[in-house]
């Protein structure tokens, strides 16, 4: 009896053993699928645009529908996660040669890759500057990541047309600010009624990074901690904030 009690314990033992073995054996994305990332329905590092639309000072400081310290963590949170991804960057500005209006504050000029030509604009439609059409005609892709101030006006009109023009556009709705909750509120109904998909910079980036097997999920040479490090940094300390 006392032997048969010894073998059970010993098989038992064995199979716990050979389960734990084979449960380290296969690798954690064995039954990740993975998709196109240029034809992917999803928002990759191949297939999407970042419009940064007009990060001037003066514009920031009429903002009131969200607190301005927030909404500054959240655009340099979203061109980190752009770089870190390699999507590809169009930096625009309102006015700054024609009204002498202020440039890109430095807080997002600095993360922006010096590479990336600003394109200063008359018009307060984005889509009506023909050197930042060419720009993101010329990246090939069609997902397009909305930013900008204010709300209502330049990020709106741009959304419009870019939607017109075949585009699937995204406006993140915590990177973009007014001088009032209605007229940024009205502005977004705007946007969406017309096509525009409202989302964040958080579930933008997550929607790149896809899985915790990325690479860049923890590292990169440019980005040290990769997406892991950003969120740790521009997200959960926001958390409740807005």
């Not at 993975?34 to 514009?59: F, H, M, Y």
Request: net charge negative; hydrophobic share 45%; glycine share 6%.
């Amino acid at each position: 009896m006392e032997t048969t009690k010894i073998m059970k314990s010993l098989i038992t033992g064995i199979f716990a053993i050979v389960f734990t073995v084979n449960a380290f054996a296969q690798k954690p994305d064995a039954n990740f699928v993975p998709k196109n990332p240029i034809a992917d329905n999803l928002l990759t590092g191949d297939n999407t645009i970042l419009l940064v639309i007009d990060w001037q000072q003066d514009l920031i400081n009429v903002v009131h529908n969200i607190d301005q310290d927030v909404m500054m963590n959240n655009i340099q949170a979203m061109v980190k996660t752009a770089n870190l991804f390699n999507v590809p960057v169009i930096e625009t500005t309102i006015g700054v040669k024609m009204a002498g209006s202020t440039p890109t504050v430095e807080s997002v000029k600095s993360l922006i890759h010096k590479d990336v030509e600003n394109i200063d604009r008359v018009a307060l439609n984005a889509w009506q500057n023909k050197a930042l059409v060419e720009a993101v005609r010329k990246t090939g892709r069609k997902k397009l990541l909305i930013t900008g101030l204010w709300t209502s006006g330049c990020p709106t009109y741009t959304t419009l047309d870019a939607l017109k023009d075949g585009y699937e556009v995204y406006i993140l709705t915590d990177l973009m600010g007014d001088a009032t909750k209605m007229a940024h509120t009205t502005a977004i109904d705007r946007m969406v009624q017309a096509g525009a998909i409202p989302f964040t910079w958080e579930g933008a980036g997550a929607e790149m990074l896809r899985t915790y097997t990325n690479p860049k999920a923890f590292t990169d040479e440019e980005t040290k901690g990769g997406f892991v490090e950003i969120m740790m940094k521009h997200f959960y300390p926001f958390a409740g904030k807005y």
